[in-house]
């Protein structure tokens, strides 16, 4: 029972453009969404936040936007660079004490090519 | 400023063997959580830990496997008689205080194989 979904595996985009990434939840219980990067032979490392109470967070290049009626969030990054080669983790958790239980997708790789 | 260490990075195990993975958090931290990456699968909580006591072990499988927190020393991911299914990528995390999502850093993981 997969309650978080990254339904796609990969993703190529050329240098400069916007990459998308999405994901899609299914327990309305989480109302605290995260995502992570992953490089090869690394742990995950956090990326950027979204609150249930906000609709869009950003930092720099990269901005989440969360639609709580659809269960569905979206990583986008402009301009991709060719660094942000990584695979890419969308996570959920519930707020409160047991928010270190992270709910993870499956990841999707993003390829950016110069 | 050393990370989260995790050692080793790999392990082979022969089926009925015993793993064992260590885990060093952060300087200052003292919360250590144990999440398993499956293959084709995301990561997935096992256990929390603070210093010397379990305080969330909701995630891990209750029978081969055990974790521990001692006084000194690295937290302890242990397997007794590994099977193939346990093949996978063991990931700690550490944290300050509890954390949110945002205050866990990972390791680099140690992959273990089942021969």
């Known amino acids: 029972d997969q309650q978080v979904k990254q339904n796609s595996p990969s993703l190529s985009v050329q240098e400069g453009r916007i990459s998308i990434l999405n994901c899609d939840y299914t327990?309305?219980?989480?109302?605290?969404f995260l995502w992570y990067k992953k490089y090869p032979a690394e742990g995950p490392t956090f990326l950027i936040s979204?609150?249930?109470?906000?609709d869009k967070n950003e930092d720099g290049r990269f901005t989440v936007f969360l639609n709580k009626s659809a269960k569905h969030l979206s990583l986008h990054i402009v301009p991709s660079q060719p660094g942000d080669s990584a695979v890419y983790f969308c996570?959920?958790?519930?707020?409160?004490?047991?928010?270190?239980?992270?709910?993870f997708g499956k990841g999707t790789k993003l390829s950016v090519i110069p | 400023n050393a990370g989260v260490m995790q050692n080793p990075r790999h392990l082979v195990r022969r089926r009925g063997q015993e793993a064992r993975l260590r885990c060093s958090p952060m300087?200052?931290?003292?919360?250590v959580y144990w999440y398993r990456q499956l293959p084709e699968e995301g990561l997935k909580f096992m256990v929390y830990?603070?210093?010397?006591?379990?305080?969330?072990e909701s995630g891990m499988p209750k029978e081969r496997f055990s974790a521990e927190f001692p006084k000194e020393g690295p937290s302890i991911l242990r397997i007794q008689q590994v099977v193939r299914g346990d093949s996978a990528a063991y990931f700690c995390?550490?944290?300050?205080?509890?954390?949110?999502?945002?205050?866990?850093?990972f390791g680099s993981g140690t992959q273990l194989s089942v021969l």
């Open positions: 995390a550490s944290s300050r205080h509890q954390g949110d999502g945002e205050k866990l850093f």
């Open positions: 327990n309305s219980m989480f109302d605290y």
């Open positions: 979204i609150s249930s109470i906000k």
């Open positions: 996570a959920a958790t519930g707020s409160g004490a047991g928010s270190y239980q992270l709910t």
């Open positions: 300087k200052g931290h003292s919360h």
């Open positions: 830990l603070q210093k010397e006591n379990i305080i969330d």
